[in-house]
């Protein structure tokens, strides 16, 4: 693996700290939960990305799945267990 990062790597490095990323946000009915997935460097990777994750989540059985793309700042945690708080 190299130690340098890729001119795309940086690029989105860049954006998330300008909240300027976009995130994926995919919430679950059944578990209750939150998920993010990201960073993209815009909104149409992220939309052909979510496909996978929600096919990822169907094939666990998860319910109620709502699916929101949006700009903003890296989360704090990329899964949130809302059953658990």
């Not at 860049?14 to 976009?22: D, F, G, I, K, P």
């Amino acid at each position: 693996m190299s130690i340098f990062k890729n001119k795309n790597s940086v690029m989105i490095d860049t954006l998330n700290a300008c909240r300027q990323a976009w995130w994926i946000e995919i919430f679950t009915a059944q578990p209750k939960c939150t998920y993010y997935f990201g960073p993209f460097a815009g909104a149409w990777e992220a939309e052909v990305a979510s496909k996978g994750f929600v096919e990822d989540l169907e094939g666990e059985f998860a319910q109620g799945i709502k699916i929101k793309i949006d700009r903003h700042c890296q989360p704090d945690l990329l899964t949130i267990e809302h059953d658990s708080l």
